[in-house]
Structures are given as structure tokens and as C-alpha cells.
């Protein structure tokens, strides 16, 4: 397994140690260090940031949220990133979810959800590829657009720019079986929210192989401490906020996620606890058992004995999710 870094987005403001953390994983043999954006910060900005502090090491999205932009804009993000990177750009996209798309962005959450995200990909694909004026007969990304209220005068367009790579690498954040199924077919590479190294095949269901060269880089929370439960409780707060807070009490794929990996009692009355107020309840309601399967959390040797469990499975790439530099050294050393 490859292991990369994975920075999430900002909270209140910007971290002063996600640079530094960048570049102690550059130098530690990363492959890989990803943003990601919610409603706040966005993913692009900071990976160019780091991306100008860096020279070696990949830089992926996880995710670029599709309401966010236009599939043409994110392209155009994303091939002009590679120029300036040098080509170490990795696209990783995700449709994110009701409440955030019509919440946040204003936007209607696509009724086939599986349309919308194929019609996505297909237009940045035909982008980088720059092998013709870009066009789509599509239900959500028509190109020309032919709405009832356009004008009618859209003509298909070929990128100004030439891509530094036209076959960049897209990956999807995919949570529920069909949209992980559509994913072996369509892109590069998944990335997985949640991965439990012992219960992958029970919550996604996925073929005996894989297509050839295809990435699977779940995210893991590690810490290397003496105190497990101690440990665990960022991990908890994490899943309390997705399970309880992204997303409607009745359209939650995270807490759908959960459920499907054995814990669906526990998932929803998580979501319930949150939606009353009730958030250190919800954080404390998270079973330790799910949270300790899903992480890295305890001294080094009870990490290095569980890390051989997720080199057992599928796994190409472990995003790790971790504040501390000595962490990510020990990882480093243990091989990932």
C-alpha cells in the first residue's frame, strides 16, 4: 500500500501546520497529500498553496464536490493545476449529498444521481482529452446547453489550453452499491469514506477483481498513543458530525453506510441525538468497536498488527488523517 495524506478541509480558518505536514510527508515517501471541501474552504486553493511548497509528491482532491462547479470549470481546475504541479494532479470527485447540494450550493440535488455523476465525468474526460469541441446529449450536463431559457447560440468549444495530461486520473467518492458498481466502470480509482478492513465486502459488495490499475484509497484516522479510548474520541467526533449532521434524517448515505456495516441501531440513533441538540450524546452513542475498526489508534505495535489487515484486502492507497508528524513517520517506517 502507498500512503498519502489526507488534510481534509479548514475549520474556523486555515491550519498553520497543514503545510509543514505536507512537506514532512513529502520527505517520509508519501505518494499522495488531499484537501477536500465541504462549506467552507475549498479543495483547489489549498492543494495549489501546497502544491507550490512541494515538488515530489501527488495532490488529490477528496473530494472536489460536483455541485460546486460546472464539470468544464473543474477540468479546466484541474489541467491547470497539472501544468503547475508538473503533472501531479489526482481529481477526486463526490456528489455530496441533498442537504448540502440544495443547502449550500442552491442547486437541486439530481434525481438520478447516477446520470449526473456519469454525464460529469464524461464532460471532464472529453476536456482533458481535447479530441474534439466538447458535447453531451445529457439530462443534467448538456453541452451546448439547451435549456428552455437559453439562447440558443452555444457553440461547442475545445480547450484553449492543451492538457499536460489527457489521461489525469478521476477518482469518486462513492458510498451506496450501485454508485460504487458505476465506479469500477467509469473512473480511475474510489475513494472510499469509510473502510473496515474486516467488513469492506459486506458493506460494498464489490467483484472477486477489479479492472487493472484501478486505486481504492480509503481515508483512516492514526494516532499513535498509549491511550486507546483517548485516541478514538477525534474519530468519533468525526463520525457523529457525518452521521448526524450531513444529511437528512431520511437521505444519510454515511449513516446508510454504517448501518450496512452492522451498526444501523446505533447509526440512527446517532442521527437522532444530533438532530435534537444532543451532539456529545450523539458523540459518545458511536460504538467504540465501529470507530477503533475503521482507524489506526493505539501504540506502534498494535498499529503495525492491524495495518497488516487492510494489506490483506484491496486497498492501494491509505489516506491517513492525522495532525501528528510522529505519527506519520511511524507509518512511514512501518511501509505502509
Known sequence: MRLGLALGYWGRGPSPAHLALAREAERLGYHSV?????????????????AAHTSRVRLGTAVAQMAARTPAATAMHALTLDHLSGGRVLLGLGLSGPQV??????????????????????????????????????????????????????????????????????????????????????ADGWLPLYWSPTRWAEAYDLPDRLPDGFTVAPMVRAQVCADITAGLLPVKHMLAFYIGGMGH??????????????????????????????????????????????????????????????????????????????????LAELGG
Do not use: C
Open 34 to 50: 488531499w484537501t477536500a471541501e465541504s462549506w467552507g474552504s475549498d479543495a483547489f486553493t489549498a492543494l495549489t498553496w501546497i
Open 101 to 186: 447540494v440544495e443547502g449550500w450550493y442552491g442547486r437541486p440535488f439530481p434525481r438520478s444521481p447516477l446520470t449526473a455523476t456519469r454525464e460529469y465525468v464524461d464532460v471532464v474526460r472529453q476536456v482533458l482529452r481535447r479530441e474534439g469541441p466538447l458535447t453531451l446529449d445529457g439530462r443534467y450536463h448538456p453541452h451546448p446547453y439547451d435549456g428552455p431559457d437559453g439562447t440558443g447560440l452555444g457553440k461547442p468549444l475545445k480547450a484553449i489550453t492543451h492538457p499536460l495530461r489527457p489521461d489525469l486520473p478521476v477518482l469518486l467518492g462513492a458510498e451506496g452499491p450501485k454508485n460504487v458498481a458505476q465506479t469500477l466502470r467509469i
Open 249 to 330: 434524517a431520511t437521505r444519510n448515505f454515511h449513516a446508510d453506510l454504517m448501518a450496512r456495516m452492522g451498526y444501523e441501531t446505533q447509526a440512527r440513533n446517532i442521527q437522532e441525538l444530533f438532530a435534537a441538540g444532543r451532539r456529545e450524546e450523539a458523540v459518545l452513542a458511536v460504538p467504540d468497536a465501529f470507530a477503533d475498526e475503521i482507524s489506526l489508534v493505539g501504540p506502534r505495535q498494535r498499529i503495525a498488527e492491524r495495518l497488516a489487515r487492510w494489506r490483506e484486502g484491496p486497498v492501494t492507497d491509505l489516506l491517513v488523517t492525522s495532525p501528528d508528524p510522529a505519527t506519520l513517520r511511524v
